[in-house]
């Protein structure tokens, strides 16, 4: 639900005093600015009813969503040019820690089913924001085999990185394009070729980042 933190008072009320319901299956996020964990509240059973409280502001917006079995992430670049449009081949994102993940196209067996839906729905999210640009929409997906929206970046992103090898037309040639009023290249957009790579984030990754051939190996036997 989407509300006033009175509003998400009284439903979170409902459910503390639920005997068939747990507080720690919700999660209370800020329904402006929010991003990466910022504004992001994950609540606990040993909670009391004022911790809950002290949580919110009756006037500003929150939104209450309840906890999924995440099985797989995957992006999805989307590009929107006027009446052009075209949307990258979803990654297949596995995080190895906070700071590297593994991104692989096309996806893996069990997911490549679902691979034209994703796009459909990834279209669908950039399309609802009514304006050019470029778009980096991340996209979970629960053990039901359903999607759910979980990010969307209106710029260059990380789940877009592997276009800068894989693709004929990377996602900063095509945000070029849009600010630039070009034209999409047709005989550009569609040349995609199998690729797996590794995202470090930051500069003061003190973990181990050498690239891990096994994890390639599972991934080149799951789907190449």
Known sequence: MIGTGEELLNALKKIYNRLDDKISNYVIKSALSGYNG??????????????IVNLVNLET??????????????????VINGSEYHVYEPVYMRLECEQLVYLKTPLHKEIIHLN????????????????NGLFGIELFIDKK??????????????????????????QYDALIRVLTCSKLVKS?????????????????????????????????????
């Open 61 to 78: 917006k929150y939104i209450l969503e309840e906890k999924i079995v995440i099985k797989d992430e995957v992006g999805v670049m989307v």
């Open 38 to 51: 910022s504004g992001v509240n994950v609540l606990k059973d040993e909670y009391i009813w004022t911790d």
């Open 188 to 224: 550009e957009i569609n040349i995609e070729k199998p690729c797996c790579m590794m995202n470090l984030f930051g500069n003061d990754f003190k973990g181990h980042y050498n690239l891990d051939l096994n994890i390639i190996k599972e991934f080149r036997t799951s789907g190449f």
């Open 145 to 170: 085999d359903e999607i759910h929206i979980n990010e969307v970046s209106p710029r260059p992103h990380n789940s877009g990185h592997h276009t800068m090898d894989n693709c004929k037309m990377r």
């Open 116 to 131: 034209d839906k994703i796009k459909d729905m990834a279209l669908k999210i950039a399309q609802s924001y009514k304006t």
